[in-house]
């Protein structure tokens, strides 16, 4: 198993940059032709870092396809405590970061993701026993890590709080050019819809129980009591690059998920002007506060269904767009490549300072 490398690109330090930036992705999410929605946001980061000039290595280990590629990841990173050629070592999600730290030479970066410090919720609600103890595992490696990048505060605030000291908020950017406002009629033609139905759209797997499916199906049923030609469109198993058309075929999207780290699809509906109802779940609300015809709601079917209600009725959400702007994955991007160039300052002088007390003179106690 070897990384690859992601574009052929001469990587050219900016103005202002310490470096040109040798990176290392270490990660368990990376998408692929049969499984093209597990991860794309990692692998968008990767894209928009090459594009700022970083020269990127990506060691995904595809665990659901293969049962020794832990193992073999773990050989791989072991390797580079031999000769390491990375300025930064980057893990996304708790699993990969395990791996990762197994490499003592370069400084490590963790992304978590969500349920990786927050657990995966089972059916009825309440965090999984395995998943609790992953959980707890995965917070207390962010003690021993350069610096971590948590998707919301809630998640944050999981870490212990020596790990928080070194953490930044950073969610995942959003592509601003793909998620935009297209012509709503040309939209529904494109994908055979009516022109007159009412679409609330679901854009999750609608098996994994965090996700809570049948919430949807409950929340658009009691809609339906007030807006007769309501209809939930799950959009699962759609090509990733079909969705910024079914947002602008959409009336509004609904996530009544049990819990998330910082949801995309709300900052990519919101960045179409696609308005948004959602139970409270990782920053959602921090995301909807004071945008016209969005909801942050418990998660209970007439709230979310009362929530829906006014999203039709008000329609499109250009303010959402505006709000969306700092987080334009090319900005992400930079302020990533800060966090970078503030580990690597840091291991230079923790070096500076042991190789000054090795060579200190010894004091004779006279």
């Not at 609600?125 to 207390?140: D, I, K, N, Y």
């Amino acid at each position: 198993m070897r990384p690859a490398r992601l574009a052929a690109v001469v990587p050219a330090p900016h103005a202002d940059s310490l470096m040109s930036l040798n990176v290392l992705f270490v990660t368990n999410l990376w998408p692929d032709e049969a499984r093209p929605w597990h991860g794309p946001f990692v692998r968008r980061q990767a894209d928009s870092l090459v594009e700022a000039g970083v020269a990127l290595d990506a060691l995904v280990i595809r665990g659901w396809d293969d049962r020794s590629a832990y193992p073999k990841a773990a050989r791989r990173i072991a390797r580079l405590n031999r000769a390491c050629r990375y300025d930064v070592v980057h893990a996304h999600y708790g699993h990969a970061a395990i791996v990762a730290r197994l490499q003592l030479r370069a400084p490590l970066v963790v992304t978590y993701w969500g349920s990786d410090l927050l657990g995966k919720r089972a059916p009825s609600g309440a965090v999984a026993p395995h998943s609790r103890l992953e959980a707890a595992t995965f917070r207390q490696l962010a003690r021993i890590t350069a610096a971590t990048i948590t998707q919301s505060l809630e998640m944050e605030q999981a870490l212990p709080a020596s790990a928080q000291r070194r953490n930044h908020v950073l969610p995942a950017g959003i592509e601003l050019e793909r998620f935009r406002p297209l012509d709503r009629d040309e939209a529904r033609a494109r994908l055979g819809w009516e022109a007159d139905e009412r679409v609330v759209l679901f854009a999750a797997n609608p098996e994994l129980p965090v996700k809570n499916h049948p919430l949807a199906v409950a929340a658009v049923e009691r809609l339906r009591a007030h807006v007769p030609d309501a209809r939930l469109e799950v959009a699962w198993g759609r090509p990733p690059d079909e969705m910024p058309l079914l947002m602008n075929a959409a009336d509004a999207l609904l996530l009544p998920s049990r819990s998330e780290g910082s949801p995309n699809v709300v900052k990519e509906a919101l960045a179409a002007e696609l308005p948004v109802v959602a139970t409270r779940v990782g920053d959602v609300e921090q995301l909807l506060a004071g945008l016209p015809g969005c909801h942050a709601c418990p998660s209970d079917a007439d709230a979310l269904a009362h929530g829906l209600r006014d999203a039709l009725a008000h329609g499109r959400v250009p303010e959402g767009r505006l709000a969306m702007a700092p987080l334009d994955i090319g900005a992400v991007a930079q302020r990533t490549i800060a966090i970078y160039e503030d580990v690597i300052r840091a291991a230079r002088l923790r070096r500076r300072r042991r190789a000054g007390a090795s060579h200190s003179p010894q004091r004779d106690g006279s």
